[in-house]
Structure formats: structure tokens, C-alpha cells
């Protein structure tokens, strides 16, 4: 069955870096697309970044670009997301997701069937 494990996250400073690891079995990598969000109490769920497993295309969230980067390691079937200059409002879990599609655009995270657990990430000030 699919499988998303998230990993990397963690306490860091104001101004710090994490890069977090979305590691996955049970499906066909090359035809789906793998994204990141994020859920911060009294918050919507917020997509961050999304990649294309079918062409390789990366999409980022306005709110992160220039900060966050989402990037793929085929041969470890395993997403990425750099994130760097990390600020106190970038405290939430954050989530890796996929589905068997081809989007062109940031998908909402109501597309996505399959989740992973999630991993905590707090930017102290």
C-alpha cells in the first residue's frame, strides 16, 4: 500500500534552515505527484510546494518562494523540502501527500488521498 514517512523536522532558530524528507513506497513514482503542506493551529492546511514525478516540474507557494524549495531523489523515491530563513510563523506540522496525476499548478490539499503522519517544526524567535 502507499506509504509517506516525513522526517527532519525539529526545534531551530529564527533565521535557521531544516530540510525535511518525505520517503515513500506502494506506488508508481513516475506518474504521481508528491507535495508539502502545512497546519498551524487556528490555521487553514497550506500548500507549500508540489513536484511533478511525471515531468519533473516543481510548483511553490508564493508565501515560500525564495525560502522553501521542494526537490526529488528518484533512486530513494524520497521528496524533499529545503527550508531556510525559517521564521516564527513557519511553526506547524507539515505534511507530505501524494496522488496518481499530472497538475500544472499548486494543487489544494484536497486532491491528495495519501498522507503521511507529519512532523513538527518550531521556529523559536
Known amino acids: 500500500q502507499v506509504q509517506l514517512v516525513e522526517s527532519g523536522g525539529g526545534l531551530v532558530q529564527s533565521g535557521g534552515s531544516l530540510r525535511l524528507s518525505c520517503t515513500t513506497s506502494?506506488?508508481?513514482?513516475?506518474?504521481?505527484?508528491i507535495a508539502w503542506f502545512r497546519h498551524a493551529p487556528g490555521k487553514e492546511r497550506e500548500a507549500l510546494a508540489c513536484?511533478?514525478?511525471?515531468?519533473?516540474?516543481?510548483y511553490h507557494s508564493w508565501s515560500v518562494r525564495g525560502r522553501f524549495t521542494i526537490s526529488r531523489d528518484n533512486a530513494k523515491r524520497t521528496v524533499y523540502l529545503q527550508m531556510n530563513s525559517l521564521k516564527p510563523e513557519d511553526t506547524a506540522i507539515y505534511y507530505c501527500?501524494?496522488?496518481?496525476?499530472?497538475?500544472?499548478?499548486?494543487?489544494?490539499?484536497?486532491?491528495?488521498?495519501?498522507w503521511g503522519q507529519g512532523t513538527q517544526v518550531t521556529v523559536s524567535p
Open positions: 501527500a501524494a496522488d496518481h496525476f499530472s497538475p500544472n499548478y499548486l494543487p489544494s490539499w484536497k486532491i491528495f488521498d495519501y
Open positions: 506502494g506506488f508508481n513514482w513516475d506518474v504521481y505527484a
Open positions: 513536484i511533478n514525478n511525471n515531468d519533473g516540474t516543481t
